[in-house]
């Protein structure tokens, strides 16, 4: 339960905040806003990684995942209203998530260059 003072800060209401933070960090990632029937989760799909927001009393999670791949790799991101999260932030979060799976998936290849001597 949040404290009175910190309810009073928040938008009356509380999905209001969620679906409003979530449809920023997806615009700032060039996504489309996830349907408007998604109301405690809402779902993002890109070519190399899937986002679930979960609603949560005082926040919100994001569990980020890279579906494809020998080994699936997963991380999980809470914000909480109270720490005012940026958007931007979260969004810098999830590009620097995705670069890292790109750099992962050449790797191979590098090894397998200096393996064979070239």
């Known amino acids: 339960m949040l404290p009175p003072w910190l309810r009073s800060q928040l938008a009356p209401e509380p999905f209001a905040s969620f679906v409003a933070f979530t449809d920023e960090v997806a615009r700032l990632l060039d996504l489309p806003s996830a349907p408007r029937s998604e109301v405690y989760q809402r779902t993002y799909q890109t070519a190399r990684v899937w986002m679930v927001w979960r609603y949560k009393d005082g926040g ?4 980020l995942e890279r579906p494809y791949g020998e080994l699936r790799d997963g991380m999980w991101v ?10 931007e932030t979260v969004a810098a979060m999830i590009r620097a998530y995705v670069r890292r799976g790109r750099r992962e998936q ?5 090894l397998v260059r200096v393996l064979r001597g070239r």
């Open 78 to 87: 809470l914000v909480q209203w109270h720490q005012s999260p940026n958007p």
């Open 106 to 110: 050449r790797r191979p290849c590098w």
């Open 60 to 63: 919100a999670s994001l569990f």
